[in-house]
């Protein structure tokens, strides 16, 4: 007999390459898409344009990730590329945990890649006055990896999501974010099974 090895449940990723948002849903106008303009690995990658009206688009986890509570390190990482008005128009990231009725920023959790700018409270940005990527980010182009400690959700169902607010001025490019990963630890561990009683002495059996 073959031990079988409890269902590895501890990883979930999204890296665009269905050509659709898969395990995201996009809210609000314009909405985001899955586009082949640039990505960090493969074709595909989500993508918001930076307009010259005031807009709010989310890109959202569709269903939640139960942080388990005995879990030892939880973390969230993606790679996102920023090309937007610098300092009126911004990107951040929030988490729920009561089912998307209220969001809190992910700022003080971020151990990698962290905001790089504070958005004007000028030409009516819905991220005013709050810290954000702006601008071009990474600053030599291409993708930047974020990494988001996650662990103080531990025993709780975390929904994320990735928000871009602009103004009612100068419009820019826009955002992308590719290759998402969640995972935590302690994975579980394989499941016990009872081999048969084995009698060494017992006559081969008459063929």
């Given amino acids: 007999p073959t031990p079988t090895a409890t269902p590895n449940n501890c990883t979930v990723t999204e890296g665009f390459e269905s050509g659709t948002l898969g395990i995201f849903t996009a809210d609000g106008t314009p ?14 990658s989500a993508f918001a ?8 688009t989310r890109l959202q986890l569709t269903n939640p990730v139960a942080i388990p509570g005995a879990a030892t390190s939880a973390s969230l990482t993606f790679w ?3 090309a937007t008005e610098s300092t009126f128009d911004g990107s951040v990231l929030e988490i729920s945990t009561d089912g998307g009725t209220t969001w809190t920023d992910a700022g003080a959790n971020i151990t990698s890649g962290g905001y790089n700018a504070t958005i004007s ?13 702006s601008g071009t980010v990474p600053a030599g182009g291409g993708f930047g990896q974020v990494m988001v400690n996650l662990l103080p959700y531990a025993g709780q169902n975390m929904w994320f999501r990735y928000r871009l607010g602009t103004d009612n001025s100068v419009a820019a490019t826009g955002v992308w974010v590719d290759d998402v990963s969640i995972t935590y630890n302690p994975c579980g561990t394989p ?17």
Avoid: M
């Fill in 31 to 44: 909405a985001w898409a899955a586009v082949n303009t640039a990505s960090n690995t493969g074709t595909f």
């Fill in 49 to 56: 344009p930076d307009g010259a009206t005031i807009t709010d």
């Fill in 80 to 82: 996102h590329r920023v």
């Fill in 121 to 133: 409270s000028s030409f009516g940005n819905p991220l005013a006055g709050r810290q954000a990527w």
């Fill in 191 to 207: 499941t016990n099974v009872e081999l048969s009683s084995l009698n060494s002495g017992a006559a081969a059996p008459t063929i």
